[in-house]
């Protein structure tokens, strides 16, 4: 899929402006992030094997699989609640929201045509996980 991910013109009055323009991912970026706050974890090429995963309950997902877990569909939406804690339950993964969260406020396109707004770097982080996705 081919989602959008526009800066939110969030001013008064502008309202979401349909020619906002697109966050250039910097896939760069992200791939540092993941490794510095994911790997450890999901390990340095997300299969869900790092070093902190051995004897975890549940174990860290595989984040190759995400999509081919949800028929496959990516489900950007989940995948940014469960990075910065929104999702409620009990979790073994820790909540990096306040490491993602930022200032600036992007549009996501969660389903074709619908727009949520969201932190860049999470989304920019959960944008990341969907280019990682196998078949
Ligand atoms: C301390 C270990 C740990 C770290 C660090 C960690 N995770 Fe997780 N993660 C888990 C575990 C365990 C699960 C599965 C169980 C759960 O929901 O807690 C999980 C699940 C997930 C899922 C859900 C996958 C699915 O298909 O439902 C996503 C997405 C995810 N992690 C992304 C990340 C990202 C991105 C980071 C870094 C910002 C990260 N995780 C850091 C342990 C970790």
């Known amino acids: 899929m081919n989602r959008t991910i526009a800066v939110a013109a969030l001013a008064a009055g502008a309202g979401l402006t349909a020619c906002a323009p697109q966050v250039p991912v910097t896939r760069g970026q992200y791939a540092q ?3 510095e706050f994911c790997a450890g974890c999901h390990g340095a090429t ?3 094997d790092g070093p902190g995963a051995a004897g975890m309950v549940p174990p860290p997902a595989d984040l190759t699989q995400i999509s081919a877990r949800n028929g496959g569909t990516f489900p950007i939406e989940k995948v940014m609640s469960q990075i910065d804690g929104y999702r409620s339950g009990p979790r073994a993964m820790p909540e990096f929201g306040s490491y993602l ?3 600036r406020t992007v549009m996501v396109e969660t389903e074709p ?3 949520t707004p969201a932190p860049e ?3 920019g982080m959960a944008q990341y996980l969907e280019s990682l996705q196998r078949p």
């Open 121 to 123: 770097r999470l989304a």
């Open 33 to 35: 992030y993941f490794q």
């Open 101 to 103: 969260v930022d200032d």
């Open 113 to 115: 045509g619908v727009f």
């Open 46 to 48: 997300a299969r869900g």
